[in-house]
């Protein structure tokens, strides 16, 4: 079974500085969907990048970031230029294609401080 | 409207209550899921509904737990006799197509007392 691991529960960064979470997952597919999400106090869970697995090239959205290394399942996320906007919590989710349903498995999360 | 709403935003009930969590997907989404995450936990996906298929019930928690969706749009999450243990976010999300994401609601908050 796929599962996703999250293994930084928090993390913090001071305000203009680099941060890169963390995210490993297990499959035996070969083509499968990697996002990000960031929930912040509101609850809204809020896309942040998505990867798409038969894409060498690491996705990158202005400041987000990821370094997706495939024979690794490895999938992290960097922050670059920190804001305080960017205190959440940050989950990881892997997309399993199984007859078409996209049911998302995400792992634990990551609660992320940004200190001014 | 213009994102997913869910309703109500909290709600407390008294053990071995019924409660309804009601979601309205964006128009035109046709993948519509139910996840709960509770306390320190990740999202736990519960139900998907696509289009007219049948839906896919394979993470709810027991047979208190049921869902449905009228007319491929609103859906409403029913949790019958409720145990303390179902506290937790209920969130919706619904989506075009899985592959570009989700987008969700800002969730309804269960506290069972």
């Known amino acids: 079974a796929q599962t996703v691991t999250q293994s930084q529960p928090e993390m913090s960064v001071q305000e203009a500085e680099t941060v890169t979470l963390s995210c490993t997952y297990d499959?035996?597919?070969?083509?499968?969907?990697l996002f990000w999400y960031k929930q912040p106090p509101s609850r809204q869970m809020i896309l942040v990048i998505r990867?798409?697995?038969?894409?060498?090239q690491n996705a990158t959205e202005n400041r987000f970031s990821v370094n997706f290394q495939k024979a690794a399942k490895s999938f992290s996320l960097k922050i670059s230029d920190s804001q305080l906007g960017d205190t959440a919590m940050y989950f990881c989710?892997?997309?399993?294609?199984?007859?078409?349903?996209?049911?998302?498995?995400f792992g634990t999360g990551t609660r992320l401080k940004v200190l001014a | 409207g213009a994102g997913v709403s869910q309703s109500p935003s909290n709600k407390v009930t008294e053990k071995g209550k019924d409660v309804e969590l009601r979601c309205d997907p964006i128009?035109?989404?046709?993948?519509l899921y139910w996840y709960r995450q509770s306390l320190g936990q990740g999202l736990e996906f519960l139900i998907y509904?696509?289009?007219?298929?049948?839906?896919?019930k394979s993470g709810l928690p027991s047979d208190r737990f049921s869902a449905e969706r009228t007319g491929g749009s609103v859906s409403t999450l029913t949790i019958q006799r409720t145990q303390q243990e179902d506290s937790a976010v209920y969130l919706c999300?619904?989506?075009?197509?899985?592959?570009?994401?989700?987008?969700f609601g800002s969730g309804t908050r269960l506290t069972v007392v």
């Open positions: 999300a619904s989506s075009p197509s899985g592959i570009y994401g989700y987008t």
């Open positions: 499959t035996s597919e070969s083509n499968y969907y």
């Open positions: 989710a892997y997309a399993q294609t199984t007859s078409g349903t996209y049911k998302y498995i």
């Open positions: 990867q798409e697995a038969y894409k060498q």
């Open positions: 128009s035109g989404h046709t993948a």
């Open positions: 509904f696509q289009g007219n298929s049948a839906p896919d």
